[in-house]
């Protein structure tokens, strides 16, 4: 559980909506920053709602790695395209690209990352353990949650804006390879199942 908040933070997903318009007002596009803005949001508000369904129909770990592969590749495009505009290549015909991607980032990581961690903090501890738990976790999430914007800032003020998602995608390719060694499969599954898959999986590993 540790991990998959560590992921779900060091994807870049909170921080990124936070300075969107910032991001947006620092690229050369052929629409407003405050248009671009708006449509990410939509996309992950949508996304996110249909999650639910989504879930139902596809398998948690399948997910948890699409996501993870998903939000790699998209933070890898936005990085190397951060980089090329810093550097002053011309990317001016390819201004439209930064606001697919990050699109394309919002729905890849809003099916897997930014839901599903909670719903397997509900399915891996048995009910007595929920609530410590729980709380545990919560204090974990806020303290990464605030070391993250003052991690986003200096990086950014030093070493470009590109930097900080290149980190962000080594953070999401070290979360795809956990994803597919170390995630069981739980779905349909009861607690004591889990409890002997994950013990089979430690124990063998």
């Known amino acids: 559980m540790f991990c998959l908040i560590m992921a779900q933070q060091f994807s ?4 990124t909506m936070q300075y969107l318009n910032v991001l947006f007002s620092k690229i050369p596009m052929g629409i407003g920053p405050n ?6 949001l939509a996309v992950g508000l949508i996304t996110s709602s249909l999650t639910t369904i989504i879930v139902e129909c596809l398998k948690r770990r399948k997910l948890l790695i699409l996501s993870g592969f998903g939000t790699c590749l998209t933070l890898c495009f936005l990085g190397i395209y951060l980089f090329l505009d810093e550097h002053e290549f011309d990317v001016s015909n390819a201004s439209i690209l930064p606001v697919i991607d990050l699109i394309i980032y919002q729905i890849m990581y809003q099916i897997g990352l930014g839901t599903l961690p909670n719903v397997l903090l509900c399915e891996l501890f048995p009910a007595e353990l929920k609530g410590i738990v729980g709380a545990i ?4 999430d806020g303290i990464i949650g605030f070391i993250l914007p003052k991690l986003y800032q200096d990086v950014t003020d030093t070493d470009g804006w590109f930097a900080i998602y290149i980190v962000f995608a080594a953070v999401s390719s070290s979360a795809f390879l956990m994803l597919f060694i170390l995630v069981p ?3 349909g599954k009861t607690y004591r199942e889990i409890e002997a898959l994950l013990l089979n999986t430690y124990l063998s590993s």
């Open 137 to 140: 976790i919560v204090i974990f």
């Open 35 to 40: 248009v671009a803005t708006m449509m990410v």
């Open 12 to 15: 870049g997903n909170f921080i």
């Open 185 to 187: 499969e739980t779905e």
